[in-house]
């Protein structure tokens, strides 16, 4: 029996899949945060290329991959599927467990997916230095990676929580020639009005996106790129998609279930979108996004306009959201832990299409280590909430006696991780209570958007 579902090379998608037209209705407008109303392709001409702002409003299923950008991915795609062979063992089910693995990137996640063909399309509009925000840190060194191949400048606004607990992806990005700043920081307005108000403060992501939306705004050589949640990102992602499509053909098989942890939306709809394609055309799949508890956009959040930053000068969503200035709790050991959730993945939440599950923290390291235990590789604490989703669905197969096949996404490996696993192992992580009394007060602040 297989383990590994291999591709070769010429397998790599030439197109990446866009979703829009396969959308259960229209989209939403997006919205200009000084006017309330509906903003146009150009208005964000100051922060993105042009030819990225195309990408995010296109209407056209299929566009086709730059083969600079194909070249680059060669150096780690495709990426290999496995099927659990063990982990089935370990849980006595019947279901087929199978997943995709995107920590083989030089990174170590899927985020140079989309980081490197950003790289790619600033080059050729001439900039000649990205800012971005970090959270966790995977999607800094994935972009520092991504401006090292074109020869951009990179600085990185690295939520400060982040930067102390994780100083090594800090190293990585300086490794890849990026300037890192702890977020807040004095380096911007933005970072400045928050240390006035907290010298203390944790930072958040939506913060964090304010100092680098402000950096690019203030600079005329420079763009900012985001890690996740826009049309654009996510349709990079989908490279993992449609290599998942052929390689569970090669296994013989396709998913009952696809399943990926959420953050911003970027890693799950990579998977997802491509099977949304198949689900759009009559085809019977489920999809499930698994968030945390305590950051829980999908499962908790209002599905309603809100700025997708804390200061409010990039654009105004229509989104899951838990209130732009929702500040997670400080001590945590995972990424996934943004305010909103991708447009896209929200509307189809909505529209019933997608499924989405909340989990505290320890039962998904439980899930991280019984899969290290078994499958080997150490799991992102990020990519546990898709183990956890994917143990649940293959415990519920056993309890009824089915077959199911399962297939999820394992997006990163967690090597650089360890002070999070040292937390779990020796008991200390705790479960956040979901924080209902700070995510009403930050909702009550919401934009009042009446188009
Ligand atoms: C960033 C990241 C995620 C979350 O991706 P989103 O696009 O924000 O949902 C998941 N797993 C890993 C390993 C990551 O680095």
């Known amino acids: 029996m297989e383990t590994k ?10 197109h990446w899949y866009n979703v829009i037209p396969d959308m259960p209705g229209p989209l939403a407008p997006v919205i200009h945060p000084g006017t309330l109303k509906p903003i146009a392709p150009q208005d964000l001409a100051p922060i993105f290329p042009m030819s990225l ?33 063990r982990l089935e063992k370990a849980l006595g089910t019947p279901a087929h467990v199978y997943y995709k693995y995107e920590g083989v990137s030089p990174a170590g996640s899927h985020k140079p997916n989309s980081a490197v063909p950003q790289a790619y399309y600033n080059k050729l509009a001439g900039t000649k230095r990205l800012a971005t925000e970090t959270g ?45 700043f702890p977020s807040p920081s004095p380096q911007t307005n933005a970072g400045r009005a928050a240390l006035a108000q907290d010298p203390e403060s944790h930072g958040s992501l939506g913060l964090a996106i304010s100092e680098a ?42 998913p009952d279930v696809v399943i990926g942890c959420h953050g911003g939306g970027s ?18 799949v489920r999809l499930l996004a698994c968030e945390p508890a305590s950051c829980p956009s999908l499962t908790k959040g209002l599905y309603a306009f809100d700025y997708g930053d804390m200061a409010k000068m990039g654009p105004i969503a229509k989104m899951y959201t838990l209130g ?40 998904c390291f439980e899930a991280a280590v019984l899969f290290a235990h078994s499958e080997a590789i150490v799991p992102a604490p ?15 197969a056993k309890e009824e006696g089915k077959e199911r096949v399962i297939l ?44």
């Open 136 to 180: 966790a840190g995977q999607w800094g060194s994935s972009l520092a990676l991504a401006c090292q191949f074109f020869g951009l400048q990179c600085t990185v606004y690295m939520v400060r929580v982040s930067f102390t607990q994780k100083p090594y992806r800090k190293s990585l990005m300086e490794l890849w020639g990026a300037e890192v």
């Open 213 to 254: 939306v402000e950096d690019a705004a203030t600079h005329d050589d420079t763009k900012y790129a985001l890690g996740s949640v826009l049309n654009h990102v996510i349709l990079h992602q989908t490279v993992a998609g449609q290599e998942a499509k052929q390689q569970m053909a090669l296994a013989g098989e396709y």
């Open 53 to 85: 702002i195309e990408q995010e409003v296109s209407t056209d299923r299929w566009i086709a991959i730059p083969e600079p950008v194909r070249d680059i991915y060669r150096l780690w795609r495709p990426t290999p599927l496995f099927r659990a062979h």
């Open 382 to 396: 990020e990519a546990s909430h898709a183990i956890r989703g994917a143990i649940d669905e293959a415990l519920r």
């Open 408 to 451: 999820f996404g394992l997006s990163g490996h967690g090597q650089l991780d360890m002070a999070a696993y040292d937390a779990y192992l020796s008991g200390h992580l705790e479960d956040f209570e979901y924080p209902e009394e700070k995510i009403r007060e930050s909702l009550a602040r919401l934009p009042k958007v009446t188009v």
């Open 324 to 363: 732009h200035d929702f500040m997670p709790p400080g001590i945590h050991a995972g990424g996934l832990r943004y305010h909103g959730a991708s447009p896209l993945v929200s509307q189809l939440v909505a529209a019933g299409q997608i499924e989405a599950i909340a989990y505290p923290q320890n039962p």
């Open 267 to 284: 890693n799950f709809s990579g998977l997802a979108f491509p099977f949304l394609a198949d689900r759009a055309a009559g085809k019977q």
């Open 5 to 14: 579902f291999l591709l070769g090379e010429s397998q790599i998608p030439t």
